[in-house]
């Protein structure tokens, strides 16, 4: 089942990538799409029409590069569930651990049917 279009954020879409188990997962077709944007991305996946994970993949090259770096996530019109919701994915190369972190940042809360303009 389709996810309704206010719920997912623009430049998504639906390439029938469902995992058993998981579900299906829809991409942003402006980096996923686009071979020379591939470097790391924000997947929103779906199970029968709602919105069930949000997951954030780099490739392995990007990591060597040793990034540190933040993008914003691509929101969408509104929201099914109230919650907390982030707004930022980040990738930083922490030296002195020899570790990338990755991390989903900036949290604002969310209310249920409320617009990204009326959440003021």
């Known amino acids: ?14 390439v029938e990538a469902v995992l058993p188990g998981l579900g299906n997962h829809l991409v942003d077709a402006t980096v ?3 071979p020379e944007t591939q470097t790391a991305s924000f997947i929103y996946g779906a199970y029968e029409g709602h919105l069930t994970f949000w997951h954030f993949m780099a490739t392995h ?3 060597k590069s040793r990034p540190d770096a933040c ?14 919701y982030p ?8 030296e002195d651990r020899g570790e990338i972190r990755m ?15 009326g959440d003021g």
């Open 71 to 84: 993008a914003p996530i691509k929101q969408p019109a509104a929201w099914e569930v109230s919650g907390r």
């Open 1 to 14: 089942m389709p996810v309704p279009a206010q719920y997912l954020p623009v430049d998504y879409v639906d």
């Open 32 to 34: 996923e799409l686009v």
């Open 87 to 94: 707004t930022q994915r980040c990738v930083r190369y922490v």
């Open 103 to 117: 991390t989903l940042e900036g949290f604002v809360e969310r209310v249920a049917g409320r617009t990204r303009a």
């Open 61 to 63: 090259e990007y990591l």
